[in-house]
């Protein structure tokens, strides 16, 4: 997969439900890139118990929901059959 067009700003994660390859992980970070098919690259990176050790990635695909207006996401780690609902939430500076 590229990730020719990254996003400029690495999300910041405040709260997840831990997908299984991110057991006993801290410091979980999800990158995004549009690809040419019109899908989103979806890299998630995590790291043995803490951020300074050996980590972990994990590749995907997103699809935009929708009427989501671009906040909910079907994403596949698991081939093109399974999607699963991925939420994108901003948080205020208050």
């Not at 997840?16 to 040419?36: H, I, L």
């Amino acid at each position: 997969m590229g990730f020719s067009q990254p996003l400029p700003v690495l999300p910041v994660e405040y709260a997840r439900y831990a997908n299984g390859f991110e057991r006993g992980c801290e410091g979980v970070t999800a990158e995004y890139a549009k690809r040419d098919d019109g899908l989103i690259s979806v890299r998630n990176t995590c790291h043995e118990e803490c951020a300074d050790s050996k980590s972990r990635t994990s590749e995907g695909r997103a699809r935009v929901v929708p009427g989501s207006g671009g906040a909910k996401l079907e994403v596949s780690f698991f081939g093109p059959f399974f999607f699963g609902n991925y939420w994108v939430l901003d948080h205020g500076n208050d």
